[in-house]
């Protein structure tokens, strides 16, 4: 039968419940076969020649006191089990207002352990009280794991909070347990000495708690509020606040005061205990969070309000934090305590008004299955009263514009230390209730006009976008590898190309230095058709030369630092245009009565654009639920987003108050053009069993998806079988702002059987950024590399490259579409010397027979001839290779090997080297008016991972890059 007990065992089995006793150990092995030799069905298998090995332990506990445990007056005891093994301590009756005193070393446990701690059983310490009718009962529990134990042997005696059963009814504070652990080897065990068990001599003293307020606490009800109060617990006594209704962010400005004894010395003496509960009309209030402070903290202190952190009902540091409780705490001695003021609770005030400019809300979820038909808003600050919007359903109960600015007068403390939190609650207007569908807290602690702020540093102007490393004005294509995607080393070119852009005459490469493997190498043997090597790419930019070993066949990573030749002036002509000058490759628009625009410029951010510009208005998220579900298992959490508030708040002081600008006239909504200019997406999740996906676009606006009109679907033009799919479209809709704020791109992998897959999906906010001052002087908007998420993942499922466009009617009518394409490939040929090299390492001890090979990713292979029998560790070649190439080059690196000829054994690498082109293809593809672009020789280092130091100290090659139409007048 399905009892409650075996709920229990469900909820333990699932990890949803801590198992709160011993049941036992079973010995068990796995063995992992090839399936062929897997046998059905049970097999006998052979005995143990013996056990595992084990080790004497022993387990000793010294129990102390405890203080407010839930006994109601019955006898109390304490049971101790490792395993098997228990010992139970002697049975204390009556247990007067919680409080136990044992001061009892309990016998010792001898047990036997393996050698990992890991598998030793855990340690449960269980206390039980008798009532007068019926059986014990447990009040609590400590389960201690077995390395913990042994920590807890070098550790003073020290209380602990008792846990109850999860999945048990009753209270959930069980009391505190002062005890003492001891658990190790026998020998190290029994040679230390236990604890004093003589009573401590106890002083009375009287605890003042001062508590002001909370903020953001759990959420205990379904509305997404509770209704708070604090319990202080000091020696076995206890007072309490009064509940504050409907909040999370509760003002009680409460003094309380307890009368106590305390042992000394103080570290046996119970901490302070608060206990933060939700009230409740019909069922046991619950318990929201407990936080402790330390009596050695206190002694000799006078009061300091500060914040506490509302922490899981253990209480233990480290958890996630529930809220924040402000309170401050003073420890007297009850003999002076008359002597000593009680400190005044509430903070000095003034007055000050509040400016809560509300644009709108988004995405507004419906409530009880029906949608939001007539929301309005309810503000209130602190004790003040709250104050309410007008009802609005315009355009839509979904997407309603307020425009309205709220002047809110309050006092507020002059320490910001004491700023209540603005609640905001937001009510749908129906016609027999007004349900509350969400929430929200503000703080404008930071806001207070008599503060001086804390200095941000301010962001620069729009039209000078912060540029990363990596993030340089780019052609869009132009440098791209073939198949759309951003070549892993345009990052480093890019930097290179930025430091060689300050010297007219200057291109610096970056050398990424690997040798390949003997026995798949190109060079390994006459005439070998073995693959290429893995592609490598340098994370970092680099000027000049820079010896990388990168991870291959060899291992991992590593950098020799000892290695930087700075180039010369190698370049003979070359453009003197700032970086963030470089074509996009695009048609131009030419406007009427002035000259032409050179070609078009767009910069290029390598994130989200919104990392990069101030937004005019803040967005808050509105829940309704609870998120509250204390201990191991967490049922009760159901707390949701519900949508999002608009709106800019301001704090401000009457005496000095600015004219409050009307939201309606600058807010009025109006019709635009949003073009999104999509240009490819980059690193796409594979969808398909072959690794790749169909991907095609997308695009909708928010509370839109329905509207054929504003939902484009561009499947006709899905991009099949690939990772990095180049769209170049540009796609046109119609919104009102304010209005549908968010648009939404997705990316969908086409499945010709059964439904199409979403990858991922990113959302713009049109209002943050038409609204912008900062967006809105950006003379042109620069391309984005802007993240897509899936609802069932935390993790990016690929990039797209684009960016925005948002007009007026009249400004879309004046510019058309920017044609986006991508660049029309164009042929070159790629020419290398090879001239000689120098201190070449051996490998036939006394003498090398060298030959070099050189060829670009992704294209064959092409040989010197053998410089035979070099003794002295140089070569003569003077050995040109041409190569044809195409640009965009997909991995604009050359490959420079050096080997030694074997003539009866496979062929010797000496070192390698990967010189990065990248900024070398990308001047030549956007200049292809010069007739050449040519690397002059130059001396460069190569390495192999498996050999210290540098293989080959200098190596001459030249390079350079002619256009098609050069070849052919040559």
Request: aromatic fraction near 8%.
């Amino acid at each position: 039968p399905y009892t409650d007990e075996t709920k229990d065992i469900i909820q333990m089995n699932s990890g949803n419940s801590e198992a709160t006793a011993y049941r036992g150990r079973v010995l068990v092995s796995l063995e992992a076969v090839p399936a062929k030799d897997a046998k059905k069905g049970k097999q006998s298998i052979t005995p143990l020649a013996s056990e595992p090995a084990t080790s004497a332990f022993v387990l000793n506990l010294d129990l102390y006191e405890s203080a407010e445990i839930d006994a109601n007056d019955s006898a109390v005891e304490a049971e101790v089990s490792i395993g098997p093994k228990i010992v139970i301590s002697r049975k204390l009756k009556p247990a007067s207002k919680g409080r136990a005193v044992w001061y009892e070393n309990l016998a010792s446990l001898q047990v036997s352990v393996p050698a990992d701690m890991s598998k030793v059983p855990d340690i449960f310490i269980n206390f039980f009280k008798y009532p007068l009718v019926g059986e014990r009962k447990r009040i609590g529990y400590q389960r201690i794991s077995a390395q913990r134990a042994a920590e807890m042997t070098q550790e003073p005696p020290s209380w602990n909070l008792l846990k109850r059963d999860a999945l048990k009814e009753g209270k959930p504070f069980s009391g505190f347990v002062l005890y003492k652990v001891f658990f190790g080897p026998a020998a190290q065990i029994n040679a230390m000495q236990r604890g004093n068990m003589s009573n401590p001599v106890k002083k009375k003293y009287q605890l003042r708690a001062y508590i002001y307020q909370g903020r953001n606490l759990a959420s205990a009800d379904d509305n997404g509020l509770s209704d708070p109060y604090c319990i202080v617990h000091f020696g076995g006594k206890v007072e309490k606040t009064k509940f504050q209704k409907e909040t999370i962010n509760p003002i009680w400005y409460e003094t309380l005061k307890i009368d106590s004894e305390l042992a000394e010395p103080y570290n046996l003496a119970p901490h302070i205990t608060v206990l933060v509960f939700d009230k409740d009309t019909f069922t046991e209030d619950d318990l929201m969070g407990v936080f402790n402070i330390e009596i050695p903290e206190l002694i000799g202190k006078p009061p300091v309000p500060k914040w506490y952190p509302v922490l899981d009902r253990d209480g233990k540091s480290g958890q996630k934090a529930l809220g924040e409780i402000l309170a401050a705490f003073h420890l007297i001695p009850l003999d002076s305590a008359a002597d000593i003021p009680v400190l005044k609770v509430e903070p000095e005030m003034r007055d000050a008004t509040i400016d809560f400019g509300i644009v709108g809300m988004r995405k507004l979820l419906p409530y009880a299955l029906q949608p939001i038909q007539n929301p309005f808003i309810e503000v209130q600050c602190g004790r003040e009263p709250a104050i309410r919007t007008k009802p609005s359903k315009k355009p839509t109960g979904f997407n309603p514009n307020f425009l309205e600015t709220l002047e809110i007068p309050v006092k507020l403390p002059v320490d910001p230390l004491f700023c209540p939190q603005v609640d905001v609650k937001v009510f749908d207007h129906r016609v027999i209730y007004k349900p509350l569908i969400g929430s929200t807290t503000i703080g404008i602690d930071k806001l207070l006009p008599w503060v001086k702020p804390v200095e941000v540093e301010e962001l620069p102007p729009a039209q000078e976008v912060p540029i990363l490393p990596e993030q340089e004005a780019v052609a869009v294509g132009a440098g791209a590898s073939e198949d759309g995607a951003a070549s892993p080393d345009q990052a480093s070119s890019s930097s290179s190309s930025s430091a060689a852009n300050t010297n007219a005459d200057r291109i610096d490469i970056v050398v990424e230095n690997r040798a390949p493997s003997d026995a798949n190498s190109v060079g390994s043997s006459e005439g070998s058709s073995a693959p290429l090597l893995a592609s490598g790419s340098s994370d970092q930019p680099k000027t000049g030369i820079t010896a990388t070993i990168l991870t291959g066949v060899f291992g991992k990573d590593k950098e020799d630092p000892n290695i930087h030749i700075e180039l010369p002036n190698i370049i003979a002509k070359t453009i003197a245009e700032p970086i963030s000058k470089i074509p996009i490759g695009l048609e131009v628009i030419e406007k009427e009565n002035e000259e032409a625009e050179t070609p078009n410029i767009r910069p290029q951010v390598g994130k989200e654009l919104e990392r990069y510009f101030r937004p005019s208005f803040s967005n808050w998220k509105l829940t309704r639920g609870k998120n509250m579900g204390l201990g191991p298992l967490q049922s009760k959490i159901s707390l949701s987003t519900t949508g999002t508030l608009k709106g800019q708040i301001k704090v401000q002081d009457p005496s000095s108050k600015e004219t409050t600008v009307s939201l309606t006239e600058l807010y009025q909504p109006r019709p635009y053009v949003i073009r999104s200019y999509i240009l490819r997406g980059l690193s796409i999740m594979p969808k398909d069993r072959n690794g790749l996906t169909d991907c095609y676009v997308v695009i909708y606006t928010n509370g839109a998806k329905g509207n054929k009109q504003q939902l484009i679907n561009d499947v006709k033009n899905v991009k099949k079988e690939t990772l990095n799919p180049q769209f170049f479209s540009c796609y046109e809709m119609k919104v009102d702002l304010p209005g549908d704020s968010e648009l939404v791109i997705e990316i969908w992998d086409w499945d010709r059987v059964g439904g199409d897959e979403l990858v991922g999906r990113t959302t713009i906010d049109l209002e943050n950024r038409q609204f912008s001052e900062s967006w809105r002087e950006l003379p042109q908007k620069p391309i984005e590399c802007r993240n897509l998420w899936h609802p069932q993942s935390s993790l990016p499922q690929g990039q797209i490259e684009m960016w925005l466009d948002i007009m007026t009617p009249e400004e879309a009518a004046k510019n058309p579409k920017i044609p986006i394409a991508p660049p029309v490939p164009r042929n070159y040929e790629l020419r290398v010397i090879i001239w000689n090299t120098k201190d070449c390492a051996f490998r036939d001890k006394t003498m090398s027979d060298i030959f070099v090979v050189a060829y670009p990713e992704g294209s064959p292979p092409q040989k010197t001839d053998v410089h035979w029998r070099s003794e002295d560790g140089q070569g003569m070649f003077n050995w040109r290779m041409v190569f044809p190439i195409t640009l965009p080059y997909k991995t604009p690196r050359l490959k420079l090997q050096l080997w030694d000829k074997d003539l009866l054994n496979p062929n010797d690498v000496i070192a390698e080297a990967s010189l990065n082109l990248a900024g070398l293809f990308k001047k030549a593809f956007k200049n292809e008016d010069i007739p050449n672009f040519a690397i002059d020789k130059q001396f460069i280092t190569l390495t192999h991972p498996n050999y210290d130091g540098p293989q080959v100290y200098t190596f001459l090659p030249a390079i350079s890059l002619y256009p098609e139409k050069v070849i052919n007048i040559e």
